[in-house]
C-alpha cells in the first residue's frame, strides 16, 4: 500500500522522472548549451569558450544532411554584410508552400507562428551542436520540444515577416553565434563539404574532409592563429573542451533515407528502384497516387 510513502519523497520522484525523461533528448546539448534550453528566445549572445570543439557534420549512427528544400532552388542571398548590417544566414528562393525539411536530426527548440522579422521560425538544436533557423515560413508543422529526423518536413516556404519574395531564411549557428553555412555547405551540389567543423578559441576554425584538414581560420580576421599552428587531429582532441561525435567514418547504408525526383520519374519507378512499394511511398509522404512529383522534390523512403 502507498500509504507508507510519504508524499514529499513521492513527488520528488515524480520529478526525478520528469527531468531523465526531458534530459533524455537534450543529451549532447545540455552540457554544450550549458543546460539552456529556451523556447522563447533564439538567443544572440555567444557563449562560445576558449579551446578546440570538433562537430561531426556527417555523424555516425545518426541520418546525415539533408538540404533544407528542393535542390533545384536558386540562392537570391548570401550570408554576409547586407545595407551595413550581417545577414545572418542564406536566402534560398522558393514557392509558396514549398516543402522545407530538418537539416540534421535534432530537437525543435523555437516553432512559433510570427518571431520578429523572422516570420513563421523554426529553430532546430541539432546532436552534433549546431542550430538551424528556418524562417518566412507560410506554415510550421512542427511543435516546440519534437524530435526530428535529418529531412523531416518541418514547415512551408512562405514570406511572413521582413521578406519581400517567397524564400528561405536558412541560418546555421554555434553556441548562439552565427556562422556562414557556406563554410560547410556547398549551394551549387548542396551537400556537405566535409565531415567535421572545428571551431577553435571562438573561430571558426576549420573544416576536415577524411581526417584531412581542409581550410584553416579563412573567415576569421584574427591573426593570433598563423599557419604554423595548424590542427592535427590529435591536437585538436587533446584540447577539446567538448567533443560532440567522434570523427565519422563512412559507412555506405544499403538504401538511401530519400530519392530526389529527376524528369520523368514516377512513384511506380522509385518504388521498383529501391524495393519499397508505391503505397508505402504514399504513406510516408503524406501524398496520393495521383499526386505530380516535382523535380527536386525528395521522397521519403523510409
Ligand atoms: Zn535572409
Known sequence: MNKNIPIPFMISL????????????????????KNTWDNRNSRTTSIITNGTYRLALNPENENSFVFPCRDDAKVCSNYGI?????????????????SIYAAWDGVVRMAKTSYYGYGAFIVIRHNNGLETF?????????????????????????????????????????LYEPMDPRTIIDFSTNRLKADSLIVRNKKFYGIQVNDTLAWENEVSSDT?????????????????????????????????????????????????????????LCRLNNMKETDILSIGRKIKLR
Open 14 to 33: 515524480l520529478i526525478l522522472f520528469a527531468m531523465a525523461a526531458h534530459s533524455q533528448h537534450l543529451s549532447v546539448d545540455s552540457t554544450l548549451y
Open 82 to 98: 547586407r545595407g551595413g548590417r550581417l545577414h545572418t544566414g542564406m536566402d534560398i528562393k522558393l514557392n509558396y508552400k514549398d
Open 134 to 174: 528556418y524562417a518566412h515560413l507560410s506554415k510550421v508543422l512542427v511543435t516546440e520540444n519534437q524530435e526530428v529526423k535529418a529531412g523531416d518536413l518541418i514547415g512551408l516556404a512562405g514570406r511572413t515577416g521582413r521578406a519581400t519574395t517567397e524564400h528561405l531564411h536558412f541560418e546555421t549557428r554555434f
Open 224 to 280: 593570433s592563429v598563423t599557419a604554423a599552428d595548424s590542427l592535427t587531429l590529435t591536437d585538436s582532441t587533446k584540447n577539446t573542451v567538448a567533443a560532440v561525435q567522434p570523427t565519422p567514418s563512412k559507412t555506405p547504408a544499403s538504401k538511401p533515407n530519400y530519392h530526389i525526383v529527376a524528369k520523368g520519374n514516377t512513384l511506380s519507378y522509385i518504388a521498383k528502384r529501391y524495393g519499397v512499394s508505391v503505397k508505402e
